[in-house]
Every structure is written in structure tokens, then in C-alpha cells.
T-cell receptor, first 113, second 113 residues
Framework: GENVEQHPSTLSVQEGDSAVIKCTYS??????FPWYKQELGKRPQLIID?????GEKKDQRIAVTLNKTAKHFSLHITETQPEDSAVYFC????????????FGTGTRLQVTL | DAGITQSPRHKVTETGTPVTLRCHQT?????MYWYRQDPGHGLRLIHY???????DKGEVSDGYSVSRSKTEDFLLTLESATSSQTSVYFC????????????FGPGTRLTVT
């Protein structure tokens, strides 16, 4: 089955700096890669996703890049703000298989003032 | 938030007792999922459903069973709870018409003593 590895497990940045979280996946047939943000005590919520026919997608301060050849994808957050502090999860799936997601183990991002 | 509720939200039970968690949706989405979340493991799929009475196993299904007799309800049963099943359980729903996004419920914190 699919295996997703996520790094780093914790990340501390100063407000205004950029943050990058990286994930690798094992199943070359995976073609859907979402990123979820989970605040303390809350449910995970989708912040951005990318499909394998696209190399990069951007939404305001958040961007995701995908390298299918290397089987890795990354989340980029620019101009970080304290409200970006949360745990971020990457995931991968084959669209067409009930969208069964395999998640990474999460990155705890702390944005300090 | 999508119309997803989980009940109970918190439960403490003893080893060996049966436990049933309920997920209820008002979105009429076809797909429903049960995940467990544990520190260091991210979210792991337990079981999922692709329609009424249509279910299948995820990566950590041992010790769990599910049922879906109506579109809106997906039940997760621990036949004989063990301490290793202490976790936070999330239900999620999705519909593939426009996106593969999964919407998560608020979670159930289960403690098995």
C-alpha cells in the first residue's frame, strides 16, 4: 500500500518568515495530494490540494509543488502569521479508489512573534 | 463546516466492553470514512463506505467493524474494547462530483481503561 513520509515533525519560524514542509510518497499511481491543517482540539481542514496533472498550485500565501518523478510534494507558507500555528498533514491517494487517503505523520508549525 | 456530527464526543469505557460510535451527515455524500488519530501516527483509515451497505477495510481495521444502513449514518463498533484502541476517532465524508475533498467531523475522544 501507499506510504507517506513527512518532514520535519516540528518547525518553528518567526512571524513573516516562510515555512516549508515536505512529503514523499511511495505509490506511483497516487494522483491526488491534499494538505490539511489541524488546530489544537479541532478537526482537520483542507487548506490546499493538487492533482498529478499540475506541478504547482497557489492560494494567497500558501502554495504546493509536486514532483511526480521524485514522488515528493511540498507545502510552502509565505509571510507566516501567528494564526498559521497548527499541525499540518499531507496525504496521498489514487483518485478512483474511494479517495482513500494515506496521511503523513504531521508537522507541528509554531510561528513566534 | 459540512453537516457532520459525531456521537458521543467523549467516552470512557472499560476493557472488554463493546462500544459504538456514530457519524451522522446531512450532506447526502456517498463516501464516508472512519479514521483514528494517535500521536506520531497521523490519521489512519479504519474502514470506509462507498454506499449503503457497501463497506471495506482500511489499513488498521483489526478489532473494528462498521455498518451503514442509511446514507446519513455510519457506525463504528469496537466489539471488545482494548487499551490500544484509546484514541481520537474522526469521521469524514466526501463526494466526487467536483472535488475529492474529505470533510471531517468534530471527533470522538475514546479512553479505554
Amino acid at each position: 500500500g501507499e506510504n507517506v513520509e513527512q518532514h520535519p515533525s516540528t518547525l518553528s519560524v518567526q512571524e513573516g518568515d516562510s515555512a516549508v514542509i515536505k512529503c514523499t510518497y511511495s505509490d506511483s499511481a497516487s494522483n491526488y495530494f491534499p494538505w490539511y491543517k489541524q488546530e489544537l482540539g479541532k478537526r482537520p481542514q483542507l487548506i490546499i490540494d493538487i492533482r498529478s496533472n499540475v506541478g504547482e498550485k497557489k492560494d494567497q500565501r500558501i502554495a504546493v509543488t509536486l514532483n511526480k518523478t521524485a514522488k515528493h510534494f511540498s507545502l510552502h507558507i509565505t509571510e507566516t502569521q501567528p494564526e498559521d500555528s497548527a499541525v499540518y498533514f499531507c496525504a496521498a491517494s489514487r483518485a478512483g479508489t474511494a479517495s482513500k487517503l494515506t496521511f503523513g505523520t504531521g508537522t507541528r508549525l509554531q510561528v513566534t512573534l | 463546516d459540512a453537516g457532520i456530527t459525531q456521537s458521543p464526543r467523549h467516552k470512557v469505557t472499560e476493557t472488554g466492553t463493546p462500544v459504538t460510535l456514530r457519524c451522522h451527515q446531512t450532506e447526502n455524500h456517498r463516501y464516508m470514512y472512519w479514521y483514528r488519530q494517535d500521536p506520531g501516527h497521523g490519521l489512519r483509515l479504519i474502514h470506509y463506505s462507498y454506499g449503503v451497505k457497501d463497506t471495506d477495510k482500511g489499513e488498521v481495521s483489526d478489532g473494528y467493524s462498521v455498518s451503514r444502513s442509511k446514507t446519513e449514518d455510519f457506525l463504528l463498533t469496537l466489539e471488545s474494547a482494548t487499551s490500544s484502541q484509546t484514541s481520537v476517532y474522526f469521521c469524514a465524508i466526501s463526494e466526487w462530483t467536483n472535488s475529492y475533498e474529505q470533510y471531517f467531523g468534530p471527533g470522538t475522544r475514546l479512553t479505554v481503561t
